[in-house]
């Protein structure tokens, strides 16, 4: 299930926090997910986008919205590490997922984000577990290995802005359908997948 639910304090003065937090930007968030020596940790990646000051600015290059499917615009890759900024309309989620090994941390920018926790029954079966709704400014992590769906509920009259940031950058997913024990695959990276800007 989700880990680490914490909300930033968007209004805190500049005055109030030590010089090297003041400014984390988007570029600075890059340059240090750029500096990594080894896999970072799913607390060190929580802890990374809860730094993160932003400046929506920094965000236009990385929108795109598409009527029919959020869309994934990666900002940065590594071997350890991969950043992504997902764009959502109303109505956008994602499939029933997991994340194939890979670990990671979501910081909602814009919006309010869905999340539904899913489980296994004794037969296999993915069956609902809990649901979450997440605000702007707040950090959600998944962990291994978390079944879940995200998204822009139907009901919500403004687009969502999302930051992930995944170690190991994913490759394959798992993909599931609700009352199913079939396990399906999805490669993010498929140009043929309409998620992708």
């Known amino acids: 299930m989700s880990t680490n639910v914490t909300q930033t304090n968007a209004h805190t003065p500049a005055s109030a926090e030590p010089e090297q937090t003041r400014r984390f930007t988007l570029a600075a968030l890059t340059a240090a997910l750029d500096a990594l ?54 109505g956008h989620r994602t499939a029933i997922h997991d994340h194939n090994g890979s670990y990671g941390a979501i910081r909602i920018c814009e919006g309010a984000m869905e999340e539904e926790i899913f489980a296994r029954n004794e037969a296999g079966e993915v069956v609902p577990a809990e649901t979450y709704a997440r605000d702007a400014g707040e950090v959600t992590g998944t962990d ?6 995200i998204g822009n509920a ?3 009259a403004e687009r969502m802005i999302t930051i992930h ?33």
Not at 47 to 55: F, Q, T, V
Not at 62 to 68: A, D, E, T, V
């Open 165 to 197: 940031v995944y170690a190991p950058p994913l490759r394959v997913i798992n993909t599931y359908q609700l009352g199913s024990a079939e396990v399906g695959e999805c490669w993010p990276d498929d140009p043929a997948n309409p998620a992708n800007a």
């Open 154 to 156: 139907e009901s919500n």
């Open 37 to 90: 020596t080894v896999a970072p940790t799913q607390s060190e990646l929580d802890a990374l986008l809860r730094r993160l000051e932003l400046d929506p600015e920094e965000l236009r290059p990385h929108l795109g919205f598409k009527p029919n499917t959020y869309t994934r615009h990666r900002v940065f890759r590594s071997e350890l590490c991969e950043m992504l900024v997902l764009c959502w309309l109303p």
């Open 144 to 149: 291994v290995p978390d079944i879940h769906r």
